[in-house]
């Protein structure tokens, strides 16, 4: 080739893996929809409907693990909850929260690009502080937990690759 670059195409995905990838994120859904349901709690919030999403797609993945996930989340929705005392809730407070968290996830080795979402979130509508643990805290947990379950129950998954 003279100058020029030759772009791959994706490889197909076998029908099978579509079949449980789909299936899994199915199950991890339906997990927090229930939980969501039965509590009233705001566990179907869509950055942790993205992390379901991401173990179930990527469960070997280094964001799709235990430590990323909470750390993470837990992480964007303090740098966001700064941003709103100093800034009030607005669009631009959840701008610069979504970008700021990105320094404690990788400072902490915990990347989780739904967390960028949950700072976002949070810096638009300044939840009460409680809001690290229902939803953070008690999503992760849940979205930890239907990946460890799927984990066991699938042939040829095994989730977490590592808990720390």
Do not use: C, N
């Amino acid at each position: 080739m003279t100058g020029t670059t030759r772009r791959r195409r994706a490889a197909r995905a076998p029908v099978r893996g579509v079949l449980v990838s789909t299936g899994a994120t199915l199950a991890g859904l339906l997990l927090l929809a229930a939980v969501t349901e039965v509590t009233g709690l705001g566990l179907f919030a869509l950055p942790f409907v993205a992390s379901a999403g991401i173990v179930a797609l990527a469960p070997g993945a280094p964001f799709a693990q235990p430590r990323s996930i909470v750390l993470g989340h837990l992480s964007g929705a303090l740098a966001a909850l700064g941003g709103v005392a100093v800034a009030g809730p607005s669009v631009w407070t959840a701008a610069v929260a979504a970008a700021l968290a990105t320094a404690p996830m990788l400072l902490l080795r915990a990347p989780h690009p739904p967390a960028t979402a949950t700072a976002a979130l949070v810096g638009m509508s300044a939840p009460d502080p409680l809001y690290l643990l229902t939803p953070v805290v008690a999503a992760s947990i849940l979205v930890i937990a239907g990946g460890v379950a799927l984990g066991r129950m699938l042939p040829g998954q095994r989730y977490p690759a590592y808990w720390l």
